[in-house]
């Protein structure tokens, strides 16, 4: 039993707090010496809330991925509709702030917000993890909250064009930042991986990770490759490359929302009383 539970439960509930009557013989005054002594008066229970009280619910985890699907399929239905727009129009480029692929736009703000989303949820599983799992929880989240600082900042761009030139990669690595990331996912995945799966909504959370990797790293370096042989970041073709990357990154974002919402358990999250499904135990 937690310190928790075991706070919670009343003296009359708890065996280890059991109440025992005071005996005061002046009260007792000329009772017969063999009288039993009066039953001690039992507690009234707390006052309960009346049934369907209003709590404080912050939000509900249906109604976010919800939100968050529609606006991805805004996004992606946006750069697809002006990629189609523009067959046939010289000249005719995508709009920067609804083009996937950009670095600084509406896209890159929205997989930010949902990777700093996902890192909040998985420091809140960490804090109600087992002591001896905690630090993966808390490795996973910061990693999440790296990425969403690097959607941004773009470093990653930097770090490509760095070892681009310095080793002279090429095809399929052509960004050749894919490389030590992929690198990181493979350590991240073999520390976190055994512990991730024994949560309920493990396997959600894994099919979010595998969509988001097929965009951000598969379709990233096949992207690489048409780049090096056209070198047109505005032809029809590269668009819709790079409109299918971003989507994929977008869906595996929601995707692993819906699987950690799982894992934090609850009908919603509240300012207090969360509840947190804990397999681990």
């Known amino acids: 039993m937690t310190a928790q539970h075991h706070l919670a439960r009343s003296a009359d509930e708890d065996p280890a707090t059991e109440v025992i009557p005071r005996f005061d013989e002046r009260e007792a005054g000329a009772a017969p010496t063999g ?75 929205f997989s930010s917000a949902m990777h700093l989303a996902n890192a909040a949820i998985l420091a809140l599983i960490a804090a109600n993890s087992v002591r001896r799992e905690r630090w993966r929880w808390i490795l996973l989240s910061l990693a999440c909250a790296v990425v969403a600082m690097d959607e941004t900042a773009a470093n990653h761009e930097q770090v490509s064009w760095v070892i681009h030139t310095t080793f002279g990669t090429s095809g399929l690595l052509t960004y050749a930042w894919i490389i030590p990331a992929s690198v990181l ?3 991240l995945a073999a520390l976190c991986l ?84 804990d397999g681990s135990r």
């Open 185 to 187: 996912v493979l350590v």
């Open 35 to 109: 009288a039993r002594a009066p039953a001690p008066a039992e507690h009234s229970p707390a006052a309960q809330p009346p049934a369907g009280a209003p709590h404080l619910a912050l939000l509900r985890p249906s109604r976010v991925v919800v939100a968050a699907g529609v606006i991805a399929a805004l996004l992606a239905t946006a750069h697809f509709g002006a990629a189609v727009y523009g067959v046939g129009r010289p000249g005719f480029e995508i709009p920067a702030p609804i083009r996937l692929g950009n670095e600084l736009n509406i896209s890159t703000w």
């Open 194 to 277: 055994p512990m991730l799966l024994r949560r309920p909504g493990s396997w959600i959370v894994v099919a979010g990770a595998a969509v988001f990797l097929l965009g951000a790293v598969g379709l990233e370096a096949v992207g690489g490759l048409v780049f090096e042989q056209t070198g047109d970041v505005h032809a029809f073709g590269y668009n819709l490359l790079a409109g299918a990357e971003e989507t994929c990154e977008m869906a595996g974002l929601v995707i692993a929302m819906a699987g950690l919402l799982r894992m934090a358990g609850g009908s919603g999250l509240r300012i207090a009383g969360t509840t947190f499904v």
